[in-house]
């Protein structure tokens, strides 16, 4: 059974800094494209990182960009997200997520297969 799980979430302030972790099981996700997404209140889904199996590559959503850090440590099958300078509107439950593919589809939710449960953020201004 493919399992993706989630910590690290947890009641922050804005301005601090927290890390996102996901471990996966019951695959190798090494060649996966892995993806960090987040979904606040009434809102839809939506794009955070991702970083590419072979060749480590990262995207990021714009809003995150130069304060988000994606990376995975396949020994371990972990992605993190190093979360630096979180505001209020960073505010949701992040999702941790796998694909076998590549390409544009990795930055929407439909492009993964596999899915964490969630771990809530929630930033104090």
């Known amino acids: 059974q493919v399992q993706l799980v989630e910590s690290g979430g947890g009641l922050v302030q804005a301005g601090d800094s927290l890390r996102l972790s996901c471990v996966g099981s019951?695959?190798?996700?090494?060649?996966?494209?892995m993806g960090w997404f987040r979904q606040a209140p009434g809102k839809e889904r939506e794009f955070v990182a991702c970083i590419t199996g072979f060749t480590g590559n990262t995207y990021y959503k714009d809003s995150v960009k130069g304060r988000f850090t994606i990376s995975r440590d396949n020994a371990k099958n972990t992605v993190y997200l190093q979360m630096n300078a979180v505001d209020a509107e960073d505010t949701a439950v992040y999702y941790c997520?796998?694909?076998?593919?590549?390409?544009?589809?990795?930055?929407?939710?439909?492009?993964?297969?596999?899915w964490g449960q969630g771990t809530q953020v929630t930033v104090s201004s």
């Open positions: 019951g695959r190798t996700f090494s060649r996966d494209t």
């Open positions: 997520a796998a694909t076998p593919y590549n390409g544009d589809r990795v930055l929407r939710a439909t492009g993964y297969n596999y």
